[in-house]
């Protein structure tokens, strides 16, 4: 297996296009695991840690954030800029598994494998963000909700790779939330909430949710947060809600829970994401 | 004399404890020698097959291997600790998915991975049993054709087809006894299969000398096992075997029995090099070994007084394909199945079952958990009826010293009555706790006894030239603190401060014989063996010491720092150092000075006081421990998580060696506890393991741990041991799950009869209880 370590994410790309049988290596939380576990046996590893340009936080001048592929998950649950609605994204990624998968562990890595299990998904698409790609022949942006496509499938074509995230200004007054529920800390979710939040004259001016794990890609229904737009928040909104995106999930049964417990896990989650969100709001 | 036992009661930093921080510790699969090859398995895609052929030849022509191994390459017998039914490599069938076929030495461990995978075995697939039902269905595809044949050393079923033991015991009127019952509760529980997660997965490197000696280091709770296990299932004379253990990382029982050492002797063997075989924790997982799984159905009995009158156990355990500590693990169960309780009438009655699944065998424990699950479960059940405080009910059928155990060995000693107190006092039992919303919080609690002798343990003092001494027990330290508390014992006897003592390697070579590290024994069984031998040590000093300064050896004293003096005379001129005795011995008069020391437990069962049938002879067993534990618990409704808040643990250690490495021990076993009880199961569709990783199967870590563990040790000294000292190892462990599960019943009213206590059956369990 060849080893590439290049400096530019043009000579990356390159690299990629030379062999299709190349993969991209990020952090390689996953990828090596996976390649130990004989999941999957690349040509060649094209390493993007020397590439400058992935590794950047920047604050656009609307109050939106380019975060760049290879930031780490550590990096990005410290980045205290991420405030708001966008917190969602920032407590997602300090719930990945432990310290010492957050530290090697990046956001696009994560991205581009499109695990519904994980943590960053869910939240990406519940805080509107979009997934910035890169290929031999041009640039592309993809919304968050459009990118995850399938299990451990996505929008990426061969050759492509996430290069930045890109987080939209949250409404004034927005507050994330990440609700994950896990057999163990730092396990992968049973299922999880994430929620972007806006409340004006204690009524819900703005609302974003997504599940995880509670299907092939994260779960989101306008249905369901048309329902509690315009509302208190009250019990019948959030139940009524809750089961628009029960109906709309599709879990499975594993070791981390059934699909039947999954569903129930549903309402009751989103009620306390909601009200944790309400609370900072 | 208070200074020279001086040793004992304090907590110095483990002897390894700085080579194990700074990353240094030498394990098994760290060594390296010249020219070594490294092992690979393959291991059976069925749960059942017939092994049709071998063929090697694609395997062999890979560059880079040097060896490939089969069933045919096996020189020795069957191996088993009770029945040999089992050989280092499956041999004519499969058994269970997982079980090691093949092994491969190449010159790398990618290499050996790979052409493991190039050996081709051809099978012819039979029916499987995955549960105990199916394999003791009428007509069940039978495991063990030949069962009947098999050298055993207990008593087995006879054309109990999958049936491999069943032992039961009957004391007083047995089942009779129920008619002095005014209540009588009964239940069937259920208990989930764990696995040991020791952190270093199972490691050994074996290497032949020109002599044909072969030497092997592995991560092993017992060299002499090893040596027996090579000896038995490869035919080599012991002469020819050395085993070492190199540090441990962990064993909790998994590491009890041989695991790979006797297919990395046959690689060594054939390859004519060294070879190290390091399992993957998914090898690890699925060819090694687990906790028992099983059904208990458990009635007790007591007098609207509280008094108990009578219980009745009916257990089932899944054994797995191969016997290997069932038998024995099975008969402890039983004799745990009574409870820590003066109960007059029990009749117990358990089965293990051969089924087409991983070996389920020694673990942390050792058939109690299971037993005492259910059993303290059921005595909170019967507190709730009689309107009586559960820990007053337990004070008040407490086994006392003085009392008998379930077949009949007497309690030399007993601090339950104070354990159950001091857990009482200590975690405020009577206080209402709050919750947060959503939330319920309770207390509850669980007693505990556990065995701390077993089989016998030698040691070895010798006193070396500058008046230091080396202590050689054969005991291997798996990361609980032995080498130090044995340290500290010898010691102690001799007025050393322990910088003063070195403990030797295990190593068949130079050590007595000691059966392992298992049963809570180590401190009790071989710290007898060492302070016998440190005794005899000390006579013989004094018999220099009195030539020496020419006086009766009665009249003689130790002295700290390794000094003997005549008492009452402080002065320097009237004593003399070890090292001079030493020099005394090696160089004048007498010889090198060494002491010996042996101990063989043995405390006969009484058939006139239990009627037994079909169990092992544990009169080879004994001494108990006791304790008590209370745990709080907050259920989350919403989700039926349940989390410990808190727990207070009290041991009765006889009398503490190494109080810092006592209370280390009891933080552990409690969270290991804690997971058997909470969130740790493996899990099978059909035969096949579904969650063999950390990913899937997971374990308490530190964020679940509770902030507090409170390690209560209590001192009753016992009065069977030189030192008053008793083993705590295990019980901790024991006496958590059923802890646990009488908080979740305090905390909202449910019964729930099966571990792990997962969110989701917790969760069903509320809805369904409205």
């Known amino acids: 297996m060849d080893f590439y370590q290049p400096t530019s994410l043009d000579a990356a790309l390159a690299l990629l296009a030379a062999d299709p049988e190349a993969l991209p290596l990020a952090g390689g939380a996953t990828l090596v695991a996976m390649m130990n576990a004989d999941l999957v046996e690349p040509s060649a590893l094209v390493s993007l840690r020397d590439v400058a340009e992935l590794q950047t936080i920047e604050a656009a001048a609307d109050g939106g954030f380019r975060i760049g592929a290879m930031i780490s998950h550590a990096a990005l649950a410290d980045e205290a800029r ?17 310290p010492q998968v957050r530290n090697i562990g990046t956001l696009g890595g994560a991205v581009a494998h499109g695990d519904p299990s994980s943590d960053l998904p869910a939240a990406l698409v519940a805080a509107d963000a979009a997934i910035e790609i890169a290929g031999p022949a041009a640039r592309r942006v993809v919304a968050a909700e459009n990118f995850f496509e399938d299990y451990l499938t996505t929008a990426l074509k061969p050759g492509e790779m996430v290069s930045a995230i890109t987080l939209p200004v949250q409404p004034e007054g927005a507050v ?6 896990a057999r163990v800390h730092g396990g992968y979710a049973t299922l999880s909430v994430a929620v972007v939040l806006a409340m004006a004259g204690g009524e819900c001016s703005h609302v974003r949710v997504a599940l995880g794990a509670a299907g092939a890609t994260p779960v989101r229904v306008d249905a369901a947060e048309a329902r509690l737009l315009g509302s208190v928040l009250d019990a019948d909104a959030v139940r009524d809600a809750a089961a628009i995106l029960a109906e709309a999930s599709d879990p499975i049964d594993d070791v981390r829970g059934s699909a039947e417990y999954r569903l129930m896990l549903v309402p009751r989650l989103l009620g306390r994401a909601l009200a944790a969100a309400e609370g900072g709001a | 004399m208070s200074d020279i036992e001086s040793a004992i009661g304090k907590s110095p930093p483990r002897l390894e404890a700085a080579e194990k921080a700074a990353g240094q510790a030498l394990f098994s699969g760290d060594m390296v020698l010249p020219g070594m090859l490294h092992g690979a398995l393959l291991t059976s895609p069925y749960a059942h097959a017939r092994i049709l052929s071998y063929d090697a030849s694609a395997a062999l022509a890979h560059p880079g291997v040097k060896a490939v191994v089969t069933a045919e390459d096996i020189t020795g017998g069957a191996i088993g600790p009770l029945v040999r039914d089992e050989y280092a490599l499956a041999r004519g069938k499969t058994r269970y998915i997982g079980e090691p076929v093949a092994a491969v030495a190449a010159e790398s461990e990618a290499i050996a991975r790979l052409a493991a995978r190039l050996v081709e075995v051809e099978y012819e697939e039979l029916p499987a049993v995955a549960t105990i039902a199916e394999a003791m269905a009428e007509g069940a595809p039978l495991l063990h054709e030949d069962f009947a044949d098999y050298f055993k050393i207990y008593p087995a079923p006879e054309n109990g087809g999958n049936l491999m033991t069943r032992g039961e015991a009957v004391m007083g009127r047995g089942t009779d006894g129920f008619d002095e019952a005014d209540i009588v509760v009964e239940g069937v529980y259920e208990v989930g299969a764990q696995y040991h997660a020791y952190m270093e997965p199972v490691s050994v490197l074996a290497a032949f000398a020109p002599d044909g000696r072969v030497t092997v280091w592995s991560s092993t709770q017992s060299i002499f096992r090893v040596q027996a296990n090579l000896h038995e299932g490869l035919g080599i004379p012991m002469t020819k075997i050395r085993c070492v253990a190199a540090r441990v990382g962990g064993g909790f029982g998994g590491k009890a029995e041989v695991s790979g050492e006797l297919v990395a002797v046959m690689l060594a063997r054939k390859a004519a090099a060294p070879v190290r075989l390091v399992l993957s924790r998914d090898e690890d997982m699925t060819s090694m070994r687990a906790r028992h799984p099983g059904t208990l159905r458990v009635k007790t009995g007591a007098k609207a007084d ?17 016997a290997d500590d069932s038998p024995a693990v099975l008969s402890v169960s039983l004799q745990y199945a009574r409870g820590p309780y003066n109960i007059p009438h029990v009749h117990v009655l358990g089965h293990a079952v051969y089924t087409n699944k991983l070996r389920f065998g020694a673990f942390r424990g050792f058939g109690n958990p299971q037993a005492s699950f259910a059993g303290e479960s059921q005595i909170d059940e019967l507190a709730e009826k009689l309107g009586i405080d559960p820990i007053e009910l337990r004070i008040k059928n407490a086994i006392k010293a003085g009392d008998r155990w379930l077949g009949g060995q007497t309690i030399t000693s007993s601090a339950l009555g104070d354990a159950l107190r001091a857990v009482r006092a200590a975690s405020d039992w009577t206080r209402p706790r709050a919750a947060p919303a959503g939330c319920k919080r309770g207390l509850g609690v669980s007693a505990v006894a556990h065995t701390c002798a077993f089989l016998s343990a030698g040691a070895i003092v010798r006193l070396q030239g500058d008046g230091t001494v080396i202590v050689n027990t054969g005991a291997v330290d798996i990361g609980q603190g032995s080498d130090t508390a044995l340290s500290q014992m010898c010691a102690a006897a001799l007025g050393l401060d322990i910088e003063q003592v070195s403990f030797a390697t295990p190593d068949t070579d130079s050590a007595p014989y000691n059966y392992g590290t298992v049963a809570s024994r180590v401190t009790y069984t071989v710290g007898h063996a060492v302070h016998e031998a440190a005794m005899a040590v000390r006579a013989q000093l004094f018999d220099h010491a009195a030539a020496m300064l020419e006086c009766a050896p009665e009249r003689l004293e130790l002295r700290p720092g390794g000094r003997v003096g005549v008492s009452g005379e402080p002065a320097r001129n009237a004593e003399v150092s070890f090292a001079d005795i030493a020099g005394r011995s090696l160089y004048a008069v007498g010889g090198p000075i060494t002491g010996s020391g042996s101990f063989m437990t043995s405390d006969p069962l009484d058939p006139e006081h239990t009627k037994t049938s079909g169990l092992l002879d544990l009169g080879v067993l004994s001494v108990r421990s006791f304790g008590a534990q209370a745990v709080e618990v907050e259920v989350d409704e919403a989700t039926g998580a349940v989390r410990v808040v808190e727990a207070w643990c009290a041991h009765d250690a006889g009398r503490a060696v190494n109080p ?10 409690f969270t290991q506890g804690m997971g058997y009880a909470l969130t740790e199961e493996l899990l099978w569709e059909d035969c096949r393991l579904v969650n063999p990783s950390f ?19 209590l001192e009753t000294p016992e009065v069977s041991h030189p030192l008053g000292v008793k083993g705590v190892a295990e019980q901790p462990l024991v006496a958590a799950a059923p802890a646990i599960n009488n908080a979740v019943s305090a905390a909202t009213g449910l019964r729930l009869k099966r571990i792990p206590l997962t969110p989701e059956r917790v969760l069903n369990a509320l809805l369904a209880k409205g």
């Open chain 2, 695 to 713: 990913m899937d199967y997971k374990f308490p870590g530190a964020m679940e741990a509770p902030e507090r563990i409170n390690a209560i040790v």
């Open chain 1, 82 to 98: 991420l405030g708001g609605g966008n917190e969602v994204v920032r407590q997602a990624a300090a719930r990945i598994a432990h």
């Open chain 2, 660 to 669: 810092g490495a006592i209370e280390s021990q009891i933080h552990g076993a």
């Open chain 2, 306 to 322: 509280g008094t108990l009158v009578a219980r009745e156990v009916e257990l089932w355990f899944d054994a797995g394909a191969y």
């Open chain 1, 176 to 181: 994330g939330h990440y609700e994950k529920f």
